[in-house]
């Protein structure tokens, strides 16, 4: 059983930035696919972006390409989502998630293990 814990959200203005972190516990860290999600109340958990067990192959939404990065240090069994630019619509809850499969894809349903989230709001 994997458990993950996400740090990091907080409340910034428009164009700042973030790094949210996601500490893994209780399983091989270094062989899961691992994804950032985020969801807003009343909405649908939302993909954000993902990275292969390696770190290898990252993908991301075509709403936050080139503003944020998905990055993991398995010696530190943490996986980190650094976000710029950020804009009010990305205010939600962000969470991140584990896949047993060594590259994971893009519906909740491709992962195994969810974190409690983290909330970020961004102010205009």
């Known amino acids: 059983q994997v458990q993950l814990v996400e740090s990091g959200g907080g409340l910034v203005q428009a164009g700042d930035s973030l790094r949210l972190s996601c500490a893994a516990s209780?399983?091989?860290?270094?062989?899961?696919?691992m994804g950032w999600f985020r969801q807003v109340p009343g909405k649908v958990r939302e993909f954000q972006a993902a990275?292969?067990?390696?770190?290898?192959?990252?993908y991301y939404a075509d709403s936050v390409k080139g503003r944020f990065t998905i990055s993991r240090d398995n010696a530190k069994n943490t996986v980190y989502l650094q976000m710029n630019s950020l804009k009010p619509e990305d205010t939600a809850v962000y969470y991140c998630?584990?896949?047993?499969?060594?590259?994971?894809?893009?519906?909740?349903?491709?992962?195994?293990?969810w974190g409690q989230g983290t909330q970020v709001t961004v102010s205009s």
């Open positions: 990275i292969s067990w390696s770190g290898g192959s990252t």
């Open positions: 209780g399983g091989i860290f270094s062989s899961y696919a």
């Open positions: 998630a584990a896949s047993r499969t060594t590259v994971a894809g893009s519906l909740p349903y491709d992962y195994d293990y």
